[in-house]
């Protein structure tokens, strides 16, 4: 069965730098979730996206910024990195509507360093 | 999230042992879900409770919901070496449909030979 898919799966970064992370979510989810999580930390929610609108926000920094395009997948922009931004983000999706029971599927997500 | 206390915060099991983990909440909660996190890698969605009560079942791994306390508890009988990881506990605590989940801080199970 497809997965919700991620790239890259590493990515390494200077500070300042900017970086992109994707997310393509199963095939008719149409809600996206964004998550950080820090080393040894929980996850933190970030942003979450309906039909390519904005649908919530999180802790999310100014100098992030994401979108969902018209085949639903997302990217999540990062900009002016700082090496505190180093974490695993992880990107969700699920059928909007959809039976609560049903619960994420999450991405294998992408590991940040900043150096 | 403070709002989801996860206890222990790590335990280690000789196979074949049984054990539980506890996720307490102090909000009032609308669903509450349970993920299986190998380190360094994505979730992997075990159950879902959301009436006070429930109990559901997969394999050797049981959860249940307290309505009363806010708390569900997370049993995996008869350990095995696959077991092993990281348990997090997220919680719904809106009653909208397009929610976004809070964690707790994780349980690191290690399941000993």
């Known amino acids: 069965a497809a997965g919700v898919i991620q790239s890259p799966r590493h990515l390494i970064k200077e500070k300042r730098e900017t970086a992109t992370l994707k997310c393509y979510p199963i095939?008719?989810?149409?809600?996206v979730y964004w998550y950080q999580q820090g080393p040894g930390q929980d996850p933190q929610f970030l942003i979450s996206?309906?039909?390519?609108?904005?649908?919530d926000k999180g802790s999310i920094p100014d100098r992030f910024s994401a979108q969902q395009f018209s085949d639903y997948h997302s990217e999540l922009n990062m900009s002016s990195l700082e090496l505190g931004d180093s974490a695993l983000y992880f990107c969700?999706?699920?059928?909007?509507?959809?039976?609560?029971?049903?619960?994420?599927?999450f991405g294998s997500g992408t590991r940040l360093t900043v150096v | 999230s403070q709002e989801l206390e996860q206890s222990p915060q790590s335990l280690i099991v000789q196979e074949g042992k049984n054990l539980t983990i506890n996720c307490t909440s102090s909000?009032?909660?609308?669903?509450l879900y349970w993920y299986k996190q190998k380190y360094g890698e994505g979730l992997i969605f075990l159950m879902m409770?959301?009436?006070?009560?429930e109990e559901k079942s997969h394999e050797k791994i049981t959860a249940k919901l307290d309505e009363k306390k806010q708390q569900s508890s997370l049993h995996i009988t008869a350990s095995q070496p696959s077991h092993a990881g990281i348990y997090l506990c997220?919680?719904?605590?809106?009653?909208?449909?397009?929610?976004?989940?809070?964690f707790g801080a994780g349980t690191t199970v290690t399941v000993r030979a």
């Open positions: 409770l959301q009436k006070g009560g």
């Open positions: 095939p008719r989810h149409d809600t």
């Open positions: 997220g919680a719904d605590f809106t009653p909208l449909n397009d929610y976004k989940l809070s």
């Open positions: 909000k009032t909660l609308y669903g």
């Open positions: 996206f309906y039909e390519k609108m904005q649908s």
């Open positions: 969700a999706s699920r059928p909007r509507g959809g039976k609560k029971d049903y619960g994420y599927t």
